[in-house]
């Protein structure tokens, strides 16, 4: 019996014992996107649906063996990187980029926490820069991070262009953080603005959108479709899992990223 195929994610990020963010953000969405999601560690973490609290990064070394293992077992369609804790974390996971060329490579740069607790420095922002941004297929900035990422440019068009000057293919930047009636989201790719997404501003804060909307961005990816297009998929897709979200803590709401197995089981009663 011939097996499917089953596209693998390697995705790098941090575990977020509330469940909201990081590794299992990844694991639920690239579920729901048909894929199969190999996490690496990058960080520990202490938080809640409040705030993060502390931050300790992972072992690079363990971490670079945990990616070799996978990679010398699986082939890899795609690529997901989120919270980098450090600039050691960064120079590992840009290592195992260098030597598997060809793969994509979705960037979620995660410089604060919902509660604004800062979560990099300025060496791990220029080690981002020099080392992940020209390797980078797919970067998905909020507004803030866009900003800090191209601290010298005057607008958001301008720091679309400077992340492509750095070496990034396309740029999707998020306006949840913007003072906007609706989420407006660009797309930078070519050397220009190629399209620009409208969705309904839900009423409440969330914790993982980020993480949510890039691990569907890699999961398409991963199967081969077109950027744009795969591009408005994964925003519908969030987008759901926000209007369909829960709060089960005192802080932020969570993404329902299982909503459609509810769905489904309720259809098949």
């Known amino acids: 019996m011939t097996q499917p ?45 409040l705030d993060v609290i502390s931050v300790t990064p992972a072992d ?12 010398e077992d699986m082939e890899a ?11 050691e974390i960064t120079e590992a996971v840009h290592s195992l980029l260098v030597d598997y060329p060809g793969i994509p490579v979705v960037v979620d740069p995660v410089f604060a926490s919902g509660g604004g607790k800062r979560l990099v420095d300025e060496g791990l922002l220029d080690a981002m820069r ?10 998905t900035p909020n507004s803030f991070e866009a900003r800090t990422l191209a601290a010298e440019a005057d607008n958001l068009d301008a720091c679309a262009h400077k992340l492509m000057d750095d070496g990034c293919e396309y740029v999707l930047i998020t306006g949840t953080h913007e003072n906007t009636p609706d989420v407006e989201n660009r797309l930078y790719g070519n050397r220009r603005l190629m399209d620009t997404y409208r ?3 839900l009423p409440d804060p969330y914790h993982g959108s980020g993480c949510t909307l890039a691990a569907a961005i890699a999961g398409l990816l991963a199967q081969g479709g ?3 297009a795969l591009i408005e998929e994964a925003q519908a897709y969030t987008w759901e899992t926000l209007k369909q979200g829960y709060r089960i803590g005192m802080g932020q709401y969570l993404p329902n990223r299982l909503f459609w197995a509810v769905e489904e089981e309720g259809a098949g009663q």
């Open 5 to 49: 195929s089953i596209p693998v994610v390697v995705t790098f990020s941090g575990h977020d014992p509330c469940g909201g963010a990081g590794i299992q953000a990844d694991i639920e969405t690239l579920a729901s996107m048909g894929c199969h999601a190999a996490p690496v560690i990058t960080a520990h973490t202490v938080q809640n649906t």
């Open 60 to 71: 690079p070394t363990l971490l670079i063996q945990q990616a070799r293992a996978i990679m």
């Open 77 to 87: 369609a795609a690529f997901k990187i989120g919270l980098l804790a450090n600039t």
């Open 130 to 139: 020099t080392l992940l941004l020209p390797l980078t297929t797919i970067l």
């Open 199 to 201: 969705w309904e501003r």
């Open 226 to 228: 077109e950027v744009p």
